[in-house]
């Protein structure tokens, strides 16, 4: 058929359509453009833009086979109150069927305190794992061969402590850093904008970064340095688009500082890593992973010049939304990530975490994360979605779609250089007010009733309060002193001081001085976590936060 014919039937269609959806008052938000054909992608050249999979740029997935060659790593992200008890549950997952792991650590450990610290109080445990010193992680890896297993570790602003943690446990383990394949999270620039766990300004922050990024690329070949995640974007309340359009800003600025400092580009490109969420609307999801993938390729490309393939490819990890769970009807919860998960195959993600069904309410149980791992086993060997290589490529609304979101977030990432890159537009407030913005909109649409959300605003029931949740015992905070006292008791005090000196010193110096290798004498002499960030605060200050935007 003619374009100019196709052109006049569409019309007729859609008035005819659209006077019956008219009638359907339910769906106040539905778009009005309903039927998806070829005049929804003109211009799009499948060639240039979708391409095969495996190859530039990627739209397709990153891999050839994808997961017909294997499965995504099944990473389920846990840590909660001591390391004995998270080793439990790592080998528990291990032996269930997980093929990876995912650290969550206690929030005095994500901003650099020991359990011990005031600012500790009543959060020792609560929402991850509490890591103070070389000895808690050589508790949380027990009979765990890292030599076999990948492991992601949540950190940010005290990244480098942890990645040096994990090194000098391998090492007592007798495996060499080479070996050691995982990926720290290390993303300081969305803690300012989304998150919050911060705790040095912009600059050293970065320079911590890009040291991580060196110190790998020579010692720790296999270790992703970063994961620029736009989870905690999206949590925040961001749309899709803006999702990975200020995350990858995010990852310009990250490159952009590695090539400061010196670093040629494929030589760190190809361990860049990125983290997004998987929302619910499941389409809409697919289509950004696709747009995601194909804005970063042409970014490295035609900004970076990078020439290596693997610099090219957005390799990500995925996990379901948990601002999308609800306290109401927690079973529900269950339908709505095995959708993201759906979401995530079908978008070609490289691993996965699944949120449990209580995580509105509490940390998981061992039952409802056994649950979670099984949701993604089902869709992997049941749902029939791994068996083809971007099932949904080609189909009209979602190439449309594809094409809509990156639209949308190269005109974010426009916006962003045009202030001078992400950092300056962090601290602008640009980034954090659009966040708002979506944020809010999106839960006056629930108030209103615009938006529903099955059990909270609709279809809502009497119900009894939950049972056998998983509470942290309180008392976890005073084993942690003891830990600390039996640590401080028995290490080489002499030995600490000096190495905390030598890290002082090293802090004191120009941007060419890596950190790294200071940080890791000082972990393995087993200086406690919030010694090491105590120094570091005390040459570069801490990051205070706009109060008004």
């Not at 999801?285 to 490819?313: G, L």
Request: charged fraction near 25%.
């Amino acid at each position: 058929m003619a374009n100019d014919t196709l052109k006049t039937e569409f019309k007729r269609y859609m008035d005819e359509a659209d006077a019956k959806c008219a009638k359907f008052p339910e769906r106040p938000n539905l778009e009005p453009n309903r039927l998806y054909t070829p005049l929804d992608i003109e211009g799009f050249d499948y060639e240039k833009d979708l391409g095969f999979p495996g190859e530039f740029p990627f739209t397709r997935g990153v891999q050839p086979t994808m997961y017909r060659g294997r499965f995504w790593t099944m990473r389920m992200y846990a840590g909660f109150s001591t390391a004995e008890e998270s080793n439990k549950r790592y080998r528990y997952l291990l032996a269930n069927g997980g093929s990876g792991l995912s650290c969550a650590f206690d929030l005095p450990t994500q901003i650099g305190y020991d359990s011990t610290d005031p600012m500790a109080e009543g959060e020792v445990g609560k929402v991850g794992v509490a890591i103070d010193s070389l000895a808690d992680m050589e508790i949380l890896f027990n009979q765990i061969d890292l030599s076999k297993v990948s492991t992601s570790m949540t950190i940010n602003a005290p990244a480098s402590v942890l990645l040096c943690m994990y090194i000098a446990v391998a090492e007592k383990q007798g495996v060499p850093a080479a070996k050691l394949r995982g990926t720290i999270q290390n993303d300081i620039l969305k803690e300012y904008s989304a998150r919050g766990t911060y705790i040095f300004p912009p600059k050293p922050s970065m320079r911590l970064i890009t040291n991580i990024f060196e110190y790998c690329s020579k010692n720790v070949p296999l270790w992703n340095t970063i994961s620029i995640s736009g989870y905690h974007i999206r949590e925040a309340g961001s749309t899709a688009a803006q999702e990975i359009a200020f995350t990858i800003a995010d990852g310009i600025a990250y490159v952009e500082a590695a090539l400061k400092a010196g670093m040629d580009i494929d030589a760190f490109a190809g361990r860049l890593s990125f983290f997004w969420n998987a929302h619910n609307n499941v389409l809409e999801e697919v289509a950004k992973y696709r747009a995601s993938r194909r804005i970063w390729a042409r970014i490295m490309k035609d900004r970076f010049h990078a020439k290596k393939a693997k610099s090219m490819m957005l390799r990500f990890h995925t996990q379901t939304a948990g601002s999308m769970l609800t306290a109401q009807q927690p079973n529900n919860n269950i339908v709505r990530v095995a959708l993201q998960v759906a979401a995530a195959v079908m978008g070609g993600t490289q691993s996965l975490h699944t949120n449990s069904k209580d995580e509105a309410l509490a940390l998981p149980t061992t039952e409802s994360v056994t649950i979670a791992l099984r949701t993604q086993q089902i869709v992997a060997y049941e749902s029939g979605l791994a068996d083809t290589i971007d099932p949904l490529g080609g189909s009209y609304y979602v190439e449309a779609l594809t094409n809509k979101i990156e639209k949308e977030a190269m005109d974010y990432i426009k916006k962003i250089d045009d202030l001078g890159g992400a950092p300056e537009a962090i601290a602008k407030g640009y980034i954090q007010k659009e966040i708002q913005d979506s944020a809010y909109k999106w839960q006056m649409d629930v108030e209103q009733g615009k938006r529903i959300i099955v059990g909270v605003n609709k279809f809502t029931q009497e119900e009894e309060p939950p049972k056998n949740l998983l509470r942290v015992d309180g008392s976890v905070g005073k084993l942690q002193a003891k830990k600390i006292a039996d640590v401080k008791a028995k290490r080489d005090n002499a030995k600490v001081k000096a190495t905390l000196a030598a890290l002082e010193d090293a802090c004191h110096k120009d941007e060419k001085t890596n950190l790294i290798p200071f940080i890791l004498e000082a972990v393995r002499a087993y200086a406690t976590e919030g010694e090491i960030c105590g120094v570091m605060r005390k040459v570069f200050g801490e990051f205070k936060a706009h109060t008004a935007l």
